[in-house]
DNA sequence: ATGGTGGACCTTCCA
């Protein structure tokens, strides 16, 4: 099963780089980020033309979350589940795509250290461990990829000392994600290529960061154990981050072998 | 030059 995430940032201004992408890349399940889209504006057709069911949860103009599938969706949950207060803003969907739990996640971006965004972060991560916890078993097949806003490792970014002070790399927002790969995560990612720098998902739009390689890796693809065991290749797609119009994401992709 | 891009969308917020 090849799955890939990808924070497209305005699937409108996206659908035709995505469709191609879909077209060339030929995933199996895609978790989307960013569609900023209501859910009656969302595209389905144009991927159910290209062989992927789908389901959105979205708001309009900002977040919103998708997943694309080609071996089947069932069981969606659109955002946190039942007993967890629920989320003001449409950032995570789960569904299960051929017996494994997917979720797309879009975690906030805590906007400044100390900012009441910043602390929402923090508690959404903690809601998203609940959720985790309330709706599947570690023992299962899991994943939980997306946009996280979290640099996991000073090996994840270009240049350390420049986010002295700043969210995506404070201790709080690092814990918060640990919590949440405690819960029975694997970082095959990062295993696979285990001391190597650059490798990054992200890079600012502003002043040539994608030319000079200045990026970031907060997009990541997260599975459990059993998955882990049978991964087969992890990248990032650094052509798709090419060209005219790209998002400033990339799409990172894994892929898991049968049992 | 004290900014720099790009997407939401209408003046400013968000990343």
Not at 63 to 79: H, K, M, Q, Y
Not at 140 to 148: C, E, K, L, T
Not at 222 to 227: I, M
Request: proline letters at 5%.
């Amino acid at each position: 099963m090849l799955v890939a995430t990808w924070n497209v940032n305005s699937l409108k201004a996206r659908l035709p780089r995505v469709e191609d992408w879909l077209a060339q890349t030929q995933p199996d399940v895609v978790c989307l980020q960013e569609t900023k889209l209501s859910d009656p504006a969302f595209p389905a057709l144009a991927f159910s033309a290209l062989g992927y069911e789908s389901v959105h949860h979205g708001q309009g103009q900002w977040n919103g979350v998708a997943i694309l599938s080609r071996v089947g969706v069932e069981d969606t949950v659109f955002g946190f589940a039942d007993g967890i207060d629920a989320d003001q803003d449409a950032r995570l969907l789960s569904a299960t795509c051929d017996g494994v739990r997917v979720h797309s996640v879009y975690v906030p971006n805590g906007r400044a250290v100390g900012h009441e965004h910043y602390y929402y972060k923090l508690s959404w991560l903690g809601r998203l461990r609940n959720h985790l916890e309330q709706t599947c078993d570690p023992s299962d097949d899991v994943i939980v990829a997306g946009d996280w806003n979290i640099i996991p490792t000073d090996l994840d970014v270009w240049d350390p000392a420049k986010f002295e002070g700043a969210t995506h790399v404070t201790p709080e927002e690092r814990a918060a994600l640990g919590e949440v790969i405690a819960w029975g995560l694997v970082d095959t990612f990062r295993e696979r290529y285990a001391d190597a720098p650059g490798l990054y998902s992200y890079y600012d739009y502003t002043a040539g960061h994608f030319h000079k390689r200045e990026g970031m890796r907060i997009d990541y693809v997260l599975s459990s154990a059993s998955l882990a065991e049978r991964s087969r290749l992890d990248l990032v797609d650094r052509n798709a981050r090419k060209g005219s119009k790209p998002s400033d994401h990339a799409p990172v992709l894994a892929s898991y072998g049968c049992d």
